[in-house]
């Protein structure tokens, strides 16, 4: 699929928190876009159409509002490419007894490779979405 100037804009217009141009460029946008259409590739999510019903482009969406979120949490980030966080965030908790603590990774609600798309809502529609996706038998 290729991300066009009127995907981009349409995206804009679904997902009011990345409107700002300044924040967020339209080249990282589209490179968002284009991770989320390899995400959303497969022929059970259907084309894209420019519609609020069509599947792939909730999908498409919401995967790439997610990855905005994630890979540029400052939004004003998003304008230098070289600003990435190098570290996952990890849900993490920590105890403490007297001078001793203790930090450890908390299990994930998610199965872990899903565990990066719970991070935002975002991406939990994403997920939702995607096991609307896969429910259900194939006919090939």
């Known amino acids: 699929m290729q991300i066009t100037p009127e ?9 009011l928190a990345f409107t700002d141009t300044t924040k967020w460029p339209d080249a990282v946008v589209q490179e968002s876009l284009c991770e989320a259409d390899c995400e959303t590739g497969s022929s059970r999510w259907g084309a894209y159409e420019d519609d609020c019903h069509n599947l792939k482009r909730r999908g498409l969406y919401y995967f790439a509002a997610h990855w905005l979120s994630v890979t540029y949490p400052t939004g ?30 908390v299990g994930a ?15 939990v529609q994403f997920l939702r979405l995607r096991r609307r996706v896969g429910m259900g038998a194939k006919a090939v």
């Open 7 to 15: 995907i981009v804009a349409s995206f804009r217009a679904v997902q």
């Open 76 to 105: 004003l980030a998003a304008t230098d490419p070289t600003n990435i966080p190098s570290t996952a965030r990890l849900n993490v908790a920590a105890k403490s007894i007297g001078d001793e603590s203790v930090t450890y990774r």
């Open 109 to 123: 609600i998610q199965e872990t490779e899903n565990d990066w798309l719970s991070l935002t809502n975002y991406g």
